[in-house]
Structures are given as C-alpha cells and as structure tokens.
C-alpha cells in the first residue's frame, strides 16, 4: 500500500483529542501511540467530526495495552441511486406472487380454496413484509448510528419461494461497538416482530384436513419451536386429522429460518456483527467457524459452505474499537439468542408422506 504524509492539521486534531507519544508507518498506515484522554468515547467522536471533514477515518486500537489510532484515507462515495431498489423490489413482487401462486394450486384442487390468488397475494405480502422489515431496521438504525448505508436490494429469483431475501450495503464503519451492534441487531428484531402476526393469521386461515386426504408425497418440513408453539396455542387439530398450511403461514415459517440464519454468529451476518463485539476481533473467528459446523448439522450444507467464505475474512470491526458495550445491549444480546434458539430449523427433521 502507498504510503501517505500526514498533514499537519490531522496531526493537530489527533494531539487535541489525544496526546501523541509516537508515530509508525505500517502497510503504508500511520498509526499514532496515543494516551488515553478521560473520556475515550467523547474523544474518538469529536476527533471523527473533524477528520471527516478532511476525508480521514479514525480507527481505535489496543496493540500491547497501548492505545493506538490508526489513521486510513475517507473512502470516495457514488451517489445512490434507488432505481434498482426499486425494480428489484417489483421484481420480487412477481416472483413471490408467481411462487405463492404455484403453492396454492394444490389447494385449489382439493377444493380448500376458491383460487390460487387467495394465497398467491398473502404470501407475497407476507414474506416481502418480513425481509422488508428486516431490512429496514438495518436501514433505519444505520442512519440512527451515522453509519452510511444504502436502500434494501431485494433478490428475486423464478423458482422455490421467489426470493433469496433482501440485504443492505453499508458504505462506512461503525463509529463504535455499540453501534455495530445496535445495526446487526436492529434487522433480525424488526424482522421478528413482523414473522409473529404473519405467522399467527396464516394459522389461523390454514385447513385442518384428514390425514388420508394428504396427497402421497407430500413433503412435511420441521417446526421451529415457536412455529409449533404458536400452533399449539391458535389452532386446535382433531384426531387423525393434519393442518394444511395457508401459504401465509409459510411465509411465516420462512421468516424464522431467514430470521435463524441470519443471527447465526458468522462473519458479516446479523449474528456475526453481535458476536464482534460481544467476543472481540481475536476470537470472532473462531466463534465464526462453530456458527458454520452448527449450521452444517442442522442440515444447511449450503448455507454452511457460503458462510464459511464469510468466517475465513475478519471482521474490520468499528471505528472505536475499545470502548466497552452497554451492560443494556449485553442482556440485549441474550435475547437475541432466544430467538435464534426458537427460530431454529433442524432440516433433517423434514419427512415425506
């Protein structure tokens, strides 16, 4: 990497915030051994108002218990443009529409329902409100947090549920753990919230049908323990009869494998951003690798392949990366567990009948 003078005023700025005890290039970066000021938080945070304005990212460090900042050049942003949001997004429509409309052909047949629009619609609008929401939660809480990131892209594609989800590019770091982690968090609880309603009303329009009216074949995909909880407690299924599910209601159960997989505590996904700071940059990897071996025993060998990609990169962690997580967002995180714990969907528990 091309190394870099510093200009003065940025070493002013630093020395104002941070008393400066030496300087090194590295790979081409200066890093400044600093001493620490009172208030580390409130130091870091003016020193990045004002290297912002000189196209300069502060980041903080502890190398060897010495605090250090390491200094890295602004990136250059585009200007966003929402146009392909926009036709991603209808194109999602569609696919999830003709999905929905595929699923609802069988119980069209069996005479559960009038058309294959009845469950065409509420599908589609169910599985694009959750990862929506998803979504928009990251979105919203990045623009909360100063974190600069783009409008939800969401993945249509012809086939299975006609969508691989929606995701969100952020264009800047975290300034500090706390929001990173109100970031990573704030998608999978706003996704959650959603799932619950859309899962509770395709339960309640699903059909209770005898069990010999199944059609042979038929696959029979594993409950998540709050799916099988909200069963329990909404519908109530005669002997020797099964519940056919609404296709709402699979929208539903797809919420919370999206919603499982995603809290996975791997690289970059939801899950991943927790464990950052809740473990640190030294042992999120290996949190990494044994949130890929859990996925690949409940059966998700795909997904587990791709999120290996994701633990093998590290983590770059925010800006501040030495101020400690609230106590709040610690007991914040067991929550998070909790949902991903009853959002879990061991695929080997699927069957043909």
Excluded at 107 to 130: C, D, H, K, N, T
Excluded at 174 to 190: E, K, M, Q, T, Y
Excluded at 291 to 317: N, R
Aim: with cysteine; net charge negative; glycine share 8%.
């Amino acid at each position: 990497m091309e190394e870099f003078a510093v200009p003065e005023e940025v070493w002013q700025s630093i020395n104002q915030e941070f008393l400066v005890e030496s300087l090194s290039i590295e790979g081409g970066l200066p890093i400044f051994y600093v001493k620490a000021p009172s208030n580390i938080p409130n130091a870091i945070s003016r020193l990045r108002t004002r290297l912002k304005e000189l196209d300069y990212l502060p980041y903080l460090r502890k190398r060897d218990e010495r605090l250090t900042i390491i200094l890295v050049h602004h990136p250059k942003r585009k200007p966003e443009r929402w146009t392909w949001n926009l036709l991603l997004f209808l194109a999602t429509i569609c696919t999830t529409l003709w999905a929905g409309y595929q699923m609802s052909l069988d119980l069209v047949r069996m005479e559960l329902m009038a058309s294959p629009w009845q469950g065409a619609i509420p599908f589609s609008a169910g599985i694009i409100a959750i990862l929506g929401f998803h979504e928009l939660g990251h979105k919203l809480m990045a623009d909360r947090r100063d974190v600069e990131a783009t409008l939800p892209y969401f993945i249509p594609v012809p086939f299975f549920i006609g969508t691989f989800g929606a995701v969100i590019k952020t264009k800047s770091p975290s300034p500090d753990r706390n929001a990173l982690f109100d970031v990573g968090a704030a998608g999978p609880i706003a996704g959650f919230l959603v799932l619950i309603p859309v899962t509770i009303l395709g339960l309640l329009w699903s059909y209770p049908v005898p069990i010999e009216a199944i059609p042979e074949g038929t696959f029979i995909l594993p409950a998540p323990i709050l799916f099988g909880l909200l069963l329990s407690l909404i519908v109530s299924v005669p002997e020797g009869f099964v519940l056919l599910p609404h296709p709402l209601a699979f929208a539903g159960w797809v919420g919370m494998l999206v919603t499982m997989l995603n809290l996975m505590p791997v690289g970059m996904l939801d899950g991943g951003h927790v464990s950052r700071v809740l473990f640190g940059g030294d042992s999120h990897q290996i949190v990494s690798f044994i949130g890929v071996i859990a996925t690949f025993m409940i059966g998700f060998w795909l997904m587990a392949i791709l999120m290996l990609f994701f633990a093998t990169h590290p983590h770059p962690g925010p800006l501040d990366d030495v101020s400690p997580l609230t106590p709040e967002r610690k007991l914040l995180s067991l929550l998070l567990g909790c949902i991903l714990i009853i959002c879990l969907t061991p695929i080997w528990g699927a069957r043909v009948i």
